[in-house]
């Protein structure tokens, strides 16, 4: 059934670049077989998921969003697809997504434009645009995404779905395209927090393969999700963040938060407000630091390792050459402006004044959230300032587009999980999103008050 709605709807959408129709039924089969001999199965077994196509599968296309990776295929499973793999979820796909991740709309995929299922001419969010969309419009169940600085979450947000960034080294990042490699983390895109929930469990825990892999249980998240859906949150202390909202907000997300705040209140919650002064200065901090550690990760790319190589037009066929014609024409324009911004960020005489600096404002906002959960037991914001544009608003102004992320980030600059969870509809009609954030390993905290408010 989700292969044939993604044969009727992905023309309009573009949120696959790959399909895999001939694995996935063959999957379904062998689960049938297996279920109807008797054997005991997860409980998603059968379940098709998508996956955002930064994560490795092996024998199936990976290309990051990017030209440089056209034709790849990769020779092995990231950790994450082995589990869903062993767990006996069909894959249906491939997602699109922001070339290398970096994006809020999907615009900047070498591939076209996914769009957004409430109205075809506005954004699906990104960098997982892909993987929202074809949630948001039933052509996958469960999808995949990876959120460096909201990309699970601010797709969720714009088409109404569930995105949940865990706790840093809580799922295994090993077979992810590193974007930034500090602040990465895959994560589930879902309809509803139970699902998200299932699929959590399944994908996370420890993994040897990643050094940052956190080597301890994980807290109960289907369990946390039951109970808040008996919708009792007495005793549980939420704290708004003073800098996650008021100005730069559309009137109808500041309206449907406050909503959801009544909601929550309603069922028991005592609401404070907590300040996270250093919050202003996330975003800054991320811009310098996420572009360095992409310049980095992304210096393999050199056209003698994977996909696109190309060689210079004249003159003599040097390795250098070869590199930089590789790079130069396997690029897009806003992986290009990060790696140069990551490269002057890190070069000799610079480092202390940016790159340096970005690293002591990211301290503050760890204390930030250290002293605000003294307060507080979640932390809530709007998941994004505004409801899905039109494609083509902010693609010329950089800085326009990097202000989507500004509530998204200080989470990934502290390791601290965030989910949003749909939040009704704004006054243009689309979805809003509201944002829960919980301490590092306490992703079951948001679970529990993400399924009281569904
Ligand atoms: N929009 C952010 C960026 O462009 C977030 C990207 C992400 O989470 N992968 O960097």
């Known amino acids: 059934a989700h292969l044939d709605r993604i044969a009727a709807v992905d023309g309009d959408l573009n949120s696959f670049l790959h399909v895999s129709d001939a694995d996935a039924l063959a999957t379904a089969a062998e689960v049938d077989a297996r279920r109807a001999a008797g054997e005991d199965l ?67 995929s070498a ?133 996650l909202s008021g100005e730069g907000y559309q009137a109808g997300v500041s309206a449907r938060f406050e909503e959801s705040l009544e909601q929550l209140r309603s069922l028991g919650a005592e609401i404070v407000e907590v300040s996270c002064p250093h919050f202003t200065y996330a975003l800054d901090a991320y811009y310098l630091i996420m572009p360095s550690e992409a310049s980095s990760n992304l210096a393999k ?12 037009a ?25 790696i140069i911004l990551g490269t002057y960020a890190l070069s000799a005489g610079y480092y202390d004044a940016y790159y340096g600096s970005a690293q002591k404002i990211r301290t503050l906002i760890q204390r930030d959230f250290d002293a605000a959960f003294t307060r507080a037991d979640v932390l809530v914001s709007p998941t994004a300032p505004t409801t899905a544009f039109k494609f083509g608003e902010k693609l010329d102004d950089p800085l326009a587009m990097y202000l989507n992320d500004v509530a998204t980030i200080p989470a990934n600059l502290a390791g ?24 590092a390993k306490a992703d079951d905290r948001m679970y529990r008050v993400g399924a009281a408010l569904e």
């Open 301 to 312: 790319f050199d056209g003698m390792r994977f996909g696109l190589r190309v060689e210079p």
């Open 314 to 338: 004249d003159g003599p066929v040097t390795a250098e050459r070869v590199m930089a014609a590789t790079r130069g024409a396997g690029f897009g324009d806003e992986v290009k402006r990060r």
């Open 42 to 108: 997860h409980v998603l077994a059968g379940v098709p998921i998508a996956v955002k196509d930064v994560v490795v599968t092996k024998g199936m296309p990976t290309t990051a969003g990017s030209k440089i990776l056209e034709g790849w295929i990769p020779p092995y499973d990231a950790t994450l697809v082995e589990r869903l793999k062993a767990a006996g979820l069909p894959i249906l796909g491939k997602t699109n997504m922001d070339e290398f991740a970096m994006g809020s709309s999907t615009e900047h």
């Open 111 to 243: 591939y076209g434009n996914t769009r957004n299922p409430w109205d075809l001419e506005r954004i699906p969010g990104g960098s997982g645009g892909g993987s929202a969309a074809a949630v948001a419009a039933f052509e996958a169940p469960l999808a995949i995404g990876t959120d460096t600085g909201g990309s699970i979450r601010q797709p969720g947000a714009v088409t109404g779905t569930v995105g949940v960034k865990p706790t840093y080294g809580g799922v295994s990042r090993y077979g992810l395209i590193a974007m930034a490699s500090s602040l990465d983390q895959a994560g589930p895109v879902t309809r509803t927090v139970a699902d998200a929930a299932l699929l959590h469990e399944l994908i996370g825990g420890h993994d040897p393969r990643d050094s940052t892999s956190i080597d301890e249980p994980m807290p109960g998240l289907v369990e946390a999700a039951r109970q808040g859906a008996a919708g009792d949150l007495s005793g549980l202390r939420v704290g708004v963040v003073k800098e």
């Open 416 to 439: 601290v999980p965030g989910m949003s969870v749909p939040n009704g509809l704004s006054d243009d009609g689309l979805p809003v999103g509201f944002q829960i954030l919980a301490p």
